[in-house]
């Protein structure tokens, strides 16, 4: 099967192009915004299958930016969307828990309603609909508080500040983080099926980004002190839910492996880098 990865120099996108043997095409090589390149590429190409992992994707510079924002969360889905229509192929479309006001006690499930509290949010939600709206052969895929071994991404930036005396990590927001290579698997599971519709990949349980960095430096051997603060001491652009856990009640039943594990994978990874 030849399938294309469009955003492919992003954390997911890398992990897709590494775990399918995909072929990937960076912003520079397609902006998916731009209408007429899409449906000249794809027409040339002619893929049997379209990831797209190309997103906006800095939540707090999305608030003054919606513009921005709606280009490539919006505009991009909705091309590619229309363009894989008329080449009658599918269309995997990556989306967020962001999706989701935070308001929940339980994991969000597929049918859970949208309510976002985001420009991020809201303009992925957008392109849900427009991905929804233009190809009935799709696979909306939402994921959660990702990262890699590769790219920017909380654990990264976590390690990079652990010289400091101690780091303040908010507690009181709670997700399912998921680990890139764990996605790209569940997506190349997914697209062997033709389960179109919503589907969410999450690394399994949740946490908060205090226990996310407390495992983070267990597992990297670190003794840095974590301090739990909540997120008024914190203040950002861009409202984060406070619980945004991803669960699925989707049949065929794809799961990510538990949290835990996809942060091992990239401790090692991150380790045998540094060697
Ligand atoms: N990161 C998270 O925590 C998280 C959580 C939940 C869901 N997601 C979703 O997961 C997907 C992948 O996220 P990620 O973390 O891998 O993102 P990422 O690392 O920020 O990569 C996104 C890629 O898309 C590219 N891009 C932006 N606008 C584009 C355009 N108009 N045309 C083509 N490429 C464009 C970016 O290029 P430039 O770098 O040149 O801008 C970047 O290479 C996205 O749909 C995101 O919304 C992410």
Redesign the pocket.
């Known amino acids: 099967m030849k399938i294309l990865v469009?955003?492919?120099?992003?954390?997911?996108?890398?992990?897709l192009v590494e775990s399918l043997g995909a072929r990937g095409?960076?912003?520079?090589e397609?902006?998916?915004?731009?209408a007429d390149a899409v449906r000249s590429l794809l027409s040339t190409l002619r893929p049997d299958l379209v990831i797209?992992?190309?997103?906006?994707?800095?939540v707090d510079e999305a608030e003054a930016d919606p513009a921005g924002a709606l280009?490539?969360?919006f505009e991009?889905p909705r091309n590619l969307a229309e363009t894989t229509d008329e080449l009658r192929i599918p269309l995997v479309?990556?989306?967020?828990?962001?999706v989701f006001d935070g308001n929940a006690r339980k994991p969000y499930v597929e049918s859970d309603p949208t309510n976002p509290q985001s420009v991020?949010g809201r303009t992925?939600l957008e392109?849900e609909r427009a991905v929804r709206g233009a190809n009935p052969r799709h696979y909306i895929v939402?994921?959660?508080?990702?990262?890699?071994a590769w790219?920017?991404?909380?654990p990264t930036t976590m390690r990079g500040l652990a010289d400091r005396p101690e780091v303040r990590v908010v507690d009181d927001q709670t997700g399912s983080p998921?680990y890139?290579p764990h996605?790209a698997r569940a997506i190349a599971a997914l697209i062997r099926t033709e389960a179109y519709g919503v589907h969410h990949f999450a690394g399994r349980g949740h946490t908060s980004w205090y226990g996310f960095t407390k495992r983070l430096y267990c597992e990297l051997g670190i003794q840095t002190p974590v301090i739990p603060v909540t997120t008024a001491e914190f203040p950002r652009p861009a409202p984060r839910p406070a619980f945004s856990a991803l669960g699925t009640e989707r049949e065929p039943r794809i799961e990510l492996p538990p949290w835990e594990e996809g942060l091992r994978e990239f401790a090692s990874a991150v380790q045998e880098d540094s060697k």
Not at 6 to 15: I, V, Y
Not at 25 to 28: D, E, F, G, V
Not at 142 to 148: D, H, I, N, V
Request: glycine share 14%; net charge positive.
């Open positions: 469009t955003g492919a120099g992003g954390q997911l996108g890398r992990a095409l960076t912003r520079s397609l902006d998916i915004a731009d797209n992992a190309a997103a906006y994707t800095q280009r490539a969360n991009g479309h990556v989306s967020t828990d962001y991020y992925k392109g939402r994921t959660a508080w990702l990262y890699a790219g920017q991404n909380f998921s890139a996605v």
